[in-house]
């Protein structure tokens, strides 16, 4: 129960139902507070228990200051949590360890369960092994299960063991699809009690939910364990960046143009750690669809969040995707009571604001290695020729003439482009030529995009035009589609598209985030071949929001974010150094060139098929029983019992070490002495390049350690499956094929130098860890800007903490990871506002020294701690941001925290 001390409980009457709500304009100042900060306050109201959520707590955010930095923390009680199953395993594999921690240490294991709804999609398991065959979805549910039979069992014995947690099986969708489709109620009812509907999941693209105006972020996995437990997410009242929309799209640009444009704004303004929040006229010119596409893309502007407040449109969405008519009248209701309905001509007050016109957003592109790297399409083949010249060889660049592009000048034309065609026979027996630029993978795939109708529609209308005309996919292209529903595949069959797209090879290969997360199944043997015999920079053209190096799949290079009807038209042209704003992509059955406009559908022929092909029914039948799963998935045995029985022979699942020798006392947290260093990294590096989701090569520890266990080379699966086996997971920390470790010139890939052996040979990263902790030396990470960008990777930091890390010294971090490495007990430090490794001159070869740690034990945060290393000293800046996390990491990690707290209750 609330303390209420501003009297702020009241009821809302909705047709025959009442509701108790807690007003917020009881609360002095809230009115001229923005959308999010607004659900920040009733959180903050509802939750008020005079110890860690207090009046003072409340009025601090009545009184916030829009132009302070961030000092005041709070606590925010999330009303769910969702997953996903790679990051969804092992937060359910450590609830099932610290059931039986508990039970070691005397307390009751029924007290680790979810205290709020906690909902699972599976839907990062499926890879796109089979593709362009009208079997290809069933051939690829098959070896879905058949790799994660292990997995799946172990989540249908979460289903039935832990309360409040639900499982959406395989084969049905995106989990930030379903979320807004589904599982999102906007305004939340439990207990007789109405309030606006919150979340953080373990993706960090739940803020794909934002578009609903549901406020929600992406977390790491084990913050994930502790809001699901009951555990208050800390945070600082944030800065909030008012992002003004104005005028309308122009026919022709898209909703990924547009969130490529916002994401390429924003990133150069910097918003991390902030929330975005849209306002003004344009909004309301803003489809449902087009808010989540841009919410969605968050992570890669890198706000914490990026909302949308209620207004019609929102009620629109919620009546079209089958939500009761009980629940669209509540959330109008509810949201004009308390002040969160959208006013367009209002200006709420905003710490920064950027503003943009709609109608001047152009075609574009992204890469080939940063969302934020937006390209106008029109100069893509320019800016293709500039760029590859960074992936061919020495010899290639000498060949194609080193003096045509100033390494400092974008080019101007496109001579010079370095190129090595390279004869294929394919297995059918034809002969084709790929080079350089060679577009190899098109996967209209990924939740950004997938779940919006209009662009859905547009690929399928540039597919069916191009048919009609008689053209065809390229030879070489993987061309695959991966919807984020069943719902899309509906209305593809009632507008009659299907067809178009299964002839350009776009058939169907399965309900998930296939390309995207880096699922996008092996090339032809043959073209595989080719490309890396002749070291061939190919590419991929992806729907999706991620594009890092190595991510996408192992044989590709470059990588660029697109449009699903450009997906489509480079498909048909076939390499990225086709300007396919001006050069024709083929020609029709006469012989006539045929030109992208020829094929681009008009606005008014989208919204006829969105209009007459899409209705509430399809929503409703899609997701009448969608925690059942099909016949495969109830076949499956589970065991029973609320403690897991553990498979010692599985390599899949296994107990992890976190809780080992734990005691219901702390240590008291130490300072770093000796500590080497097991990487030095520079800017950009991504949890991608941290902790790879991809293919397990043979010849690294992880595939080693596989292949110990009996496990054959095509059962590998990916590091993203394996995210319930500690032993491969720590193995593939570090591992990502472009990683480049600066101690280890000349080497990509997962390796260092290990200085335990004499002269400090070239070294895999676990080998040399295992070698440090055997002699009990500390490791430390160097690392530069945003270190640890990009998904909310767990494994990120529990593989660094496993290897034996105890501090990373950055010049910044990105929000999640940074976190992430407190919950696991790493301590994340900066350096000094405008040094680097480099400037400091630390090869990484030094012995570092960190003192002033123990400052910790004493209760506050020490700003700075005094790093020694080699002849180098400097003050690096302590990044515990809040109290909260102080404690985390005072217990050895967050999950210490809970279960202590938990065991004290």
């Known amino acids: 129960m609330s303390a209420n001390s501003f009297d702020a409980r009241s009821t809302l009457q909705v047709g025959d139902e009442s509701y108790e709500i807690f007003r917020l304009d009881k609360v002095e100042g809230s009115a001229r507070l923005p959308y999010s900060l607004k659900v920040l306050l009733e959180n903050l109201l509802r939750t008020e228990d005079g110890a860690n959520i207090t009046a003072d707590h409340i009025r601090a955010l009545g009184g916030w200051d829009s132009q302070a930095q961030p000092s005041q923390e709070i606590q925010f009680t999330p009303a769910r949590v969702i997953m996903q199953d790679f990051t969804g395993v092992p937060c359910v594999v450590d609830l099932a360890t610290m059931r039986e921690a508990v039970k ?73 699809q379903v979320n807004i489709e589904h599982l999102a109620r906007t305004v939340m009812t439990r207990g007789g009690q109405a309030y606006p509907d919150t979340l953080v999941g373990t993706d960090s693209h739940t803020t794909m939910v934002n578009g609903l105006g549901v406020l929600g972020w992406g977390v790491g996995g084990i913050e994930a364990e502790a809001a699901m437990l009951g555990q208050p997410v800390s945070m600082l009242i944030p800065r909030v960046v008012g992002f003004k929309l104005t005028g309308e799209l122009k026919p022709g640009t898209t909703a990924t143009d547009l969130v490529l444009t916002i994401t390429e704004m924003l990133r150069k303004h910097g918003v991390v750690g902030k929330f975005v929040e849209f306002y003004g006229e344009g909004v309301a010119a803003t489809s449902l669809a087009n808010r989540a596409t841009i919410g969605n893309m968050s992570p890669e502007f890198g706000s914490t969040a990026a909302i949308f407040p209620i207004d019609d449109e929102t009620l629109n969405y919620l009546k079209l995707t089958g939500r009761s008519e009980q629940q669209v009248a509540l959330v109008e209701a509810y949201a004009k009571e308390q002040g969160l309905w959208l006013d367009p001509a209002a200006e709420p007050d905003f710490s920064e604001k950027l503003e943009l016109d709609l109608s001047t957003v152009v075609p574009s592109i992204a890469g080939p290695k940063r969302p934020q790297d937006r390209i106008i399409l029109a100069e893509a083949a320019q800016q293709f020729a500039h760029d590859v010249r960074n992936y061919v060889s020495e010899a290639d660049l000498d060949e194609a003439g080193k003096e045509s592009f100033p390494a400092s000048d974008a080019p101007a034309v496109s001579n010079g482009t370095p190129s090595k065609p390279t004869q294929v026979t394919a297995a059918d027996g034809s002969v084709f030529e790929i080079d350089h630029g060679a577009v190899t993978v098109a996967a209209i795939t990924s939740c950004t995009n997938t779940s919006n109708p209009y662009v859905m529609v547009a ?73 890396n015999e002749n070291d061939l920079a190919v590419t ?169 266990h009996g496990v054959e080379r095509r059962d590998f699966n990916s590091y993203g499956s394996r995210r319930g086996n500690h ?153 515990i941001d809040t109290p909260g996390e102080a404690d985390y990491y005072r217990n050895g990690g967050i999950m210490q925290y809970v279960l202590r707290s938990l065991i004290r209750k």
């Not at 051939?139 to 039979?149: A, C, P, T």
């Not at 799946?152 to 084969?171: C, H, I, M, N, S």
């Not at 991966?482 to 002839?503: E, H, I, M, Q």
């Not at 016949?631 to 499956?636: E, T």
């Open 727 to 879: 032993e491969v997971m720590i193995r593939g920390t570090f591992a990502n094929i472009r990683l480049r470790n600066q101690i280890a010139p000349g080497t990509e890939g997962g390796f260092t130098r290990d200085f335990t052996q004499e002269g400090g040979p070239v070294s895999f990263i676990y080998d040399a860890s295992q070698n440090y902790q055997a002699a009990g030396i500390p490791l430390v990470i160097l690392a530069g800007k945003e270190y640890g960008s990009g998904s909310s990777r767990d494994w990120a930091a529990k593989g660094t903490a496993l290897l034996g890390v105890k501090a990373v010294i950055a010049e910044s971090y990105e929000r999640i990871h940074r976190s992430n490495l407190i919950g696991m007990g790493v301590l994340p430090l900066q350096f000094p506002e405008g040094a680097s490794a480099q400037s400091l001159g630390l090869t990484g070869e030094e012995t570092f020294d960190i003192t002033g740690v123990t400052a910790l034990n004493d209760g506050g945060i020490p700003e700075t701690v005094k790093v020694k290393a080699g002849d180098v000293e400097f003050d690096a800046k302590v990044r």
């Open 104 to 176: 070691e240490l005397g307390g009751d294991p029924a007290k680790i369960n979810p205290l709020a709804p906690a909902e699972l999609v599976i839907d990062h398991s499926v890879i796109a092994d089979k593709f362009g065959t009208a079997n290809a979805f069933q051939q690829n549910v098959e070896l879905e299960y058949g790799r994660n039979k292990e997995r799946y069992q172990f989540l249908r014995w979460g289903q039935t063991a832990f309360d409040e947690f639900k499982v959406v099986p395989p084969g049905t969708g995106i989990v930030h």
């Open 459 to 531: 690929a399928a209308l540039v597919a069916k035009k191009a048919v009609e005309k008689g053209l065809s996919r390229k030879p070489w292209v993987k061309t695959t589609l991966a919807p984020g529903s069943k719902v899309v595949t509906d209305y593809f069959d009632k507008a009659n598209l299907t067809p178009y797209l299964d002839k350009l090879g776009f058939n169907l290969v399965g309900y998930g985030c296939t390309t995207c997360i880096g699922n996008s199944g092996p090339l032809d043997e043959e073209i595989s071949k080719a490309i």
């Open 540 to 708: 991929s053209v992806l729907s999706g929001n991620r594009n890092f190096e190595g991510r996408i799949n192992p044989d590709v290079k470059m990588n660029y974010l697109a449009s699903p009807p450009l997906v489509v038209a480079y498909a048909i042209a076939g390499s990225m150094k086709v300007d396919i704003t001006t050069e024709a992509l083929g020609t029709d059955q006469d012989g006539n060139p045929v030109y992208l406009k020829d094929i681009w559908p008009s606005e008014a022929e989208v919204n006829d098929v969105v209009a007459n092909a899409i209705g509430e029914d399809m929503f409703s039948k899609s997701y009448e029983d969608v925690f059942a799963g099909d016949a495969q998935w109830q076949a499956l045995p589970i065991p029973t019992g609320n403690t897991f029985e553990w498979d010692p022979q599985s390599t899949y699942v296994r107990k992890p070490p976190y809780f080992e020798g734990m005691t219901m006392e702390t240590s008291p947290v130490s300072d770093v002495q000796g500590a080497r260093v097991l990487a030095k990294l520079g800017d950009s590096v991504t949890t991608d390049h941290i902790s790879p989701a991809g293919a397990i090569k043979a010849d690294t520890p992880a595939g080693q350690y596989l292949t110990e």
